[in-house]
Nanobody, 124 residues
Framework: QVQLVESGGGLVQAGGSLRLSCAAS????????MGWFRQAPGKEREFVAS????????YLADSVQGRFTISRDNAKNTVYLQMNSLKPEDTAVYSC?????????????????WGQGTQVTVSS
């Protein structure tokens, strides 16, 4: 049974930082690309970042370029999202996801497994 468990969300002031983690189990981690999506109340799910199976290639949404970094540790079956210079518009539930095939993608339909999500709230 595949499980993706996010942690690290919380409440932070604008300009602050958070680091999200996603621990994966039940799958061969280095066969999967990993991604982060977010969804704010009343809005559609939005792509945030993706990283390929090796950790070599990353793809970030324009809205977070220069502020967020995605990384992974295949020895720990964990993917991270470092979020700096947070803005109130970054407030959302952030979900971790895994895509078979190992290549980055901004399209949610290409992802096979999803975590429950962790809330990130940025106050102004």
């Amino acid at each position: 049974q595949v499980q993706l468990v996010e942690s690290g969300g919380g409440l932070v002031q604008a300009g602050g930082s958070l680091r999200l983690s996603c621990a994966a189990s039940g799958l061969t981690f280095n066969n999967y690309a990993m991604g982060w999506f977010r969804q704010a109340p009343g809005k559609e799910r939005e792509f945030v970042a993706s990283i390929d199976w090796s950790g070599t290639y990353a793809y970030l949404a324009d809205s977070v370029q220069g502020r967020f970094t995605i990384s992974r540790d295949n020895a720990k079956n964990t993917v991270y999202l470092q979020m700096n210079s947070l803005k109130p518009e970054d407030t959302a539930v952030y979900s971790c996801t895994a895509a078979a095939g190992g290549h980055t993608s901004p399209y949610y339909k290409e992802y096979n497994y999803w975590g429950q999500g962790t809330q990130v709230t940025v106050s102004s």
